[in-house]
């Protein structure tokens, strides 16, 4: 059974019946009923309302991504937030109730419509560090005590995800809306996602964005280098940027050694603009091999996450790794799927070292690793007194090794995760299929083993446990 409507939602309803009395009542409502009435302005789709809403907005967000996240966002009802947003921006001088500074349109994000008048600063929802940038940059106007205030900009707030063939309608409105209100409305992006797009589809949104204001990059596409030329003077605009991954980035196999250095030169250097980055994240890139130092020598800034994954590199670009003074610091490195049979026992020692005082998770999954050099790296990974995850699977490893492995772990107090491959001798053929009996007996060796040696709050997943478990990567 349905409980009754509450007498705040029968006056809503009553309200809305009538748009004209709605509009002029704003003037006199509580501003603690504007976000339950907007609420319901949107969901009825009362375009006219939700533009006079906009224009007498008591609060300095407006967080409408959270309201598109739960109704469908519809085009009628975001022009007519565009409408009254406008029709703000049109005034020549700034009302004195006007307080809206950011419309957020993020859906994920720790303000809504419930929550943005309360709180202990007068009512006013905390501005989104992505919009600070920004704002930063903006001349402090009148006080109020004067007869006028001037014009502020209005930062939007969006996260942008933009695929390959896909038209997103509202982006348009947005896109067209910040170029007719050029100087007042200001297109703050947090998080930017580019996907296989071509580089002159994004040149006008990329144009619209205020860069600096990009913290969180994701870009996998597949460009002519001078095309990644100029993607490149894009990335160092970007001087709040803390995370960056660069995912399947390939040339066509007819482009020289010369132009190849040329794109690793061009991209590597914006990382000079970079002085916040936290995260680097490079998947399958034609480039690395024998190289990664050019990316190493432009860190401005210590790295937490180290991620190089399906790449091609050299005991060289381990040896720069490990001599870096920014990955020094790390508190996770990953390297799966990165051919390491052929490195040295000592460059993986070198390597584990440098890293020894910070390191959280250390990822080697499908790294060839065989036995020699596993047993080789041990007494470097007990010196990594901070370790929580190790992982190393599908790498060619013996049982009698992996029988070894709680006792070089004894003193890795943090130690709370391993995942292990399944043994050599587990393979029943040449396809890979295993010998789930062997793995069951390692299995059961391991837990009486980490029974004995007191070390049961350590958990071990073998090869036949779920691969998409959703491991933390570090404590911040």
Known sequence: MCDPPRLLELAEQSLLKNEALAIAALDELPVELFPPLFTAAYAGRHSEVLKAIVQAWPFACLPLGTLMKEWQPHQETFQAVLRGLDA?????VRPRQWKLQVLDLRQKTHQDLETVWTGTRDGLCLLSDAAQPMMKKQKVGDSGMGVKQHLAPVQVLIDLYLNKGSHDELLTSLIEKVKQRKGLLYLSC??????????????????????????DLEVTFTWKPSTLGKFASHLGQMGNLRRLLL???????????????????????????????QELHLE??????????????????????????NCLLLESDLMNLSQCSNTKQLKELNLNRVSLSNVSSE???????????TLQNLSLNECGIIDSQLTAMLPAMRQCSQLTIFSFSGNPVSMSVLESLPYHTIGLTKLRRVRYPAPRESYEDIDGINHLGM??????????????LGQTNVEWLGAN??????????DP
């Open 88 to 92: 703000l921006l049109a005034q020549e």
């Open 190 to 215: 947090k998080k930017l996602r580019i996907f296989e797009v071509p580089l002159q589809n994004i040149k006008m949104i990329l144009k619209m964005v205020q860069l600096e204001s990009v913290q």
């Open 247 to 277: 995912s399947h980035i390939q040339i066509s196999p007819c482009t020289s050694s010369e132009e190849e250095e040329q794109c690793v030169n061009q991209l590597s250097t914006q990382f000079l603009s970079l002085h916040h980055l």
């Open 284 to 309: 399958s890139l034609f480039f690395l091999q024998g190289r990664l130092y050019y990316v190493l020598r432009c860190l401005m800034s210590p790295l937490k996450i180290l991620s190089v994954t």
């Open 347 to 357: 460059t993986f020692e070198t390597l584990l070292k440098s890293v020894s005082a």
């Open 439 to 452: 793995l069951a007996h390692l299995q059961a060796r391991l837990m009486q083993m980490l029974r004995e």
């Open 465 to 474: 446990s779920c691969p998409h478990c959703d491991w933390p990567f570090y």
